[in-house]
Nanobody, 116 residues
Framework: QVQLVESGGGLVQPGGSLRLACAAS????????MGWYRQAPGKERELVAR????????NYVDSVKGRFTISRDNAKNTVYLQMNSLKPEDTAVYYC?????????WGQGTQVTVSS
């Protein structure tokens, strides 16, 4: 089965760190660009970070630049999001996404809560 499974979310204090992981199975991971999205209640889902198939191109939403780092390990079929200096406005459900020119695949999401 085609699956993306996120892990690593939780409750942290402002200024803390979390590392999210997304484990892929059921498809050729290295053929897909990978992204992290987030959505808070009442807000639109937004792209947080994206990385191309071989990791050669990376982009971030302005609000996380300098704080978040996306990376991928194609040998482990896993994409990561290291989140440092977390702020209350980072609170959201974080979703993993795999994309190529035909398909989009989504994970179930993992909750990140930053206290205030």
């Amino acid at each position: 089965q085609v699956q993306l499974v996120e892990s690593g979310g939780g409750l942290v204090q402002p200024g803390g760190s979390l590392r999210l992981a997304c484990a892929a199975s059921g498809f050729t991971f290295s053929s897909y660009a990978m992204g992290w999205y987030r959505q808070a209640p009442g807000k639109e889902r937004e792209l947080v970070a994206r990385i191309t198939r071989a990791g050669g191109s990376i982009n971030y939403v302005d609000s996380v630049k300098g704080r978040f780092t996306i990376s991928r390990d194609n040998a482990k079929n896993t994409v990561y999001l290291q989140m440092n200096s977390l702020k209350p406005e980072d609170t959201a459900v974080y979703y993993c996404n795999a994309q190529n020119y035909i398909y989009d695949v989504w994970g179930q999401g993992t909750q990140v809560t930053v206290s205030s």
